[in-house]
């Protein structure tokens, strides 16, 4: 079975400084998708970046990237120019992918998450 | 574009009595539909997904249940809601079924 650690219960980050969040996993799959998702306090879950397992290339979406380890099974979000808007749960998720129908049935496995917190 | 919409947003429902959540997804067909359940302190689970209409997959065996009557309608009910019902309820979406996006959320207490 697949699992997804998040180290970082709780960080903090002043404002315009750069954070990192840290994501582990577990599997045997050699082919799955990992996301980083976000939940502010209005409790919606927004996809902030995703990273297709087959690809070496770190996704980048603006002020977020990532910092994907296939060999260490390791997923690092990084935040540049931390905006107080940012404070956020961020949950880091993985997906495996399944041949029929080119994707999955849609079962992400979720960390616990970690609590940012950027401050003025 | 695509939006996705759930209702009601929050609710106060007594236990043994009935639940309907309704989910509409908007600017797309066929989609992967998705309910999702958020327990407090905890991740996300897959209850129900959907390939399309009339096409469900549990993935979670409970007192819920889900339907799709219609291409772009998800909609999540139970007959007789227990304590451990409540939680907040996430509908979701995908047009290839590898990204997931979810919709603002239900908020369920039962008392």
């Known amino acids: 079975a697949q699992t997804v650690t998040q180290s970082q219960p709780e960080m903090s980050v002043q404002e315009a400084e750069t954070v990192t969040l840290s994501c582990t996993y577990d599997t045997s799959e050699s082919n799955y998708y990992l996301f980083w998702y976000k939940q502010p306090p209005s409790r919606q879950m927004i996809l902030v970046i995703r990273q297709e397992a087959y690809k070496q290339q770190n996704a980048t979406e603006n002020r977020f990237s990532v910092n994907f380890q296939k060999a260490a099974k390791s997923f690092s979000l990084k935040i540049s120019d931390s905006q107080l808007g940012d404070t956020a749960m961020y949950f880091c998720?993985?997906?495996?992918?399944?041949?029929?129908?080119?994707?999955?049935?849609?079962?992400?496995?979720f960390g616990k998450g970690t609590k940012l917190s950027v401050k003025p | 574009s695509q939006t996705i919409h759930q209702w009601p947003a929050t609710l106060v429902q007594p236990v043994g009595s009935p639940l309907s959540l309704e989910c509409t997804v908007e600017g797309t067909s066929n989609p992967n539909l998705y309910w999702y359940r958020q327990a407090a302190g905890r991740g996300l689970q897959l209850l129900f997904y959907?390939?399309?209409?009339?096409?469900i997959s549990s993935e979670v065996p409970q007192n819920l249940s889900a339907s799709r009557p219609q291409d772009r309608q998800f909609i999540l009910s139970s007959k007789k809601l227990l304590l451990s019902d409540s939680g907040f309820y996430l509908c979701?979406?995908?047009?290839?079924?590898?990204?997931?996006?979810f919709g603002e959320g239900s908020w369920l207490t039962v008392v």
């Open positions: 959907s390939v399309g209409i009339g096409q």
């Open positions: 979701a979406w995908s047009a290839t079924g590898n990204t997931i996006y």
């Open positions: 998720a993985f997906m495996k992918h399944l041949r029929n129908y080119g994707g999955s049935q849609g079962n992400l496995i």
